[in-house]
């Protein structure tokens, strides 16, 4: 929904202005890139039944919640994630908030709920991790697309924590990576595997620094073919690529991501003995009700 269009001025200052807002208090990237489209379609949903000028209600918002529930996926067809309606939900009460602070502008509505309907994923075998290891080529982006899996797969980082991940922030001596910016804004130390140090260890002195221009002053550890911090989807397609060349059907059809594969070294753990408290400390999860769904997939093995 990123090419709606607003015909109301303020609305349009006022968006700019919010994702300014969210850069300058340290929101992620993530959020400073999706709050403001999510917000955008709310406002245009807004002047559709002609309430500008926020003229905004409880019964507003509920019909624009009916509206999403109804509305489809536009890339999938299917209907919206719980996750989306979420996300959403979050991103037009950061709104409401930045316009009490900085206009003086108080919205008070009560919110739907939405209910969770949790979908179990399905999460790679070892082997078919293995498998996705062993489809890297040797030379530099093929020991890119290693240390992705490393920190996707090995270290179960979000997508974002390992795009904003600096070169200075993974300790190859103590075997730890340090997330300094997350999704729930709370910093941890993910521990390496003997393995995953050699992996980045030869990512970093024979891959990454050839990717760097030369006098380059890049600290961003995963970079692009241009020397630059990669973009949210370049790891994205690198790992599509692997799945494709794996040319394994069963691989295909789990219609994997790098979720997917945060999910997937979660249950591994699980199944290895560790416990769900530090399964939860290992991904960053605030509560236990995050990390419960393992216990689940274990089954799906």
């Known amino acids: ?86 996300k959403h939900r979050a991103s037009i009460k950061l709104f409401f908030e930045f316009l009490r602070q900085t206009h003086k502008i108080h919205i008070n509505v009560t919110f739907p709920y939405i209910e969770k309907q949790r979908k179990i994923p399905q999460i790679l075998t070892t082997k078919e991790v293995e498998l996705l290891f062993k489809t890297c080529t040797d030379d530099m982006y093929g020991k ?80 692009s073919s241009q020397g630059n911090r990669m973009s949210s989807e370049l790891p994205v397609h690198a790992l599509k690529n692997l799945i494709e060349k794996t040319e394994s059907q069963t691989i295909k059809q789990k219609q994997i991501s790098l979720h997917i594969l945060r999910h997937s070294i979660a249950t591994h753990l699980l199944q290895k003995g560790m416990s769900l408290e530090n399964i939860a400390i290992f991904l960053g999860h605030r509560t236990l009700d995050s990390t419960q769904i393992y216990t689940h997939l274990i089954t799906t093995l």
């Open 1 to 86: 929904m990123k090419k709606l269009d607003l015909t109301n001025p303020t609305y349009k200052q006022h968006l700019k202005e919010f994702k300014a807002w969210l850069q300058t208090l340290g929101y992620s990237q993530g959020t400073v890139c999706t709050s403001p489209y999510a917000v955008k379609e709310f406002l245009h949903f807004s002047e559709g039944i002609k309430q500008n000028n926020y003229t905004i209600t409880t019964e507003t918002i509920k019909t624009y919640f009916d509206y999403l529930s109804t509305r489809k996926n536009q890339r999938t067809g299917g209907g919206l994630s719980y996750a989306y309606l979420e």
């Open 144 to 223: 890119r697309n290693k240390a992705m899996l490393t920190l996707y797969y090995g270290c179960g980082l979000r997508k974002i924590e390992a795009i904003a991940l600096n070169v200075e922030e993974v300790d190859l001596n103590r075997r730890l990576v340090f997330i300094q910016k997350s999704k729930t804004h709370r910093q941890r130390y993910v521990p390496i595997s003997k393995r995953g140090v050699k992996i980045l260890e030869d990512y970093l002195y024979s891959a990454r620094e050839f990717l760097l221009p030369k006098n380059s002053n890049e600290s961003a550890f995963l970079v």
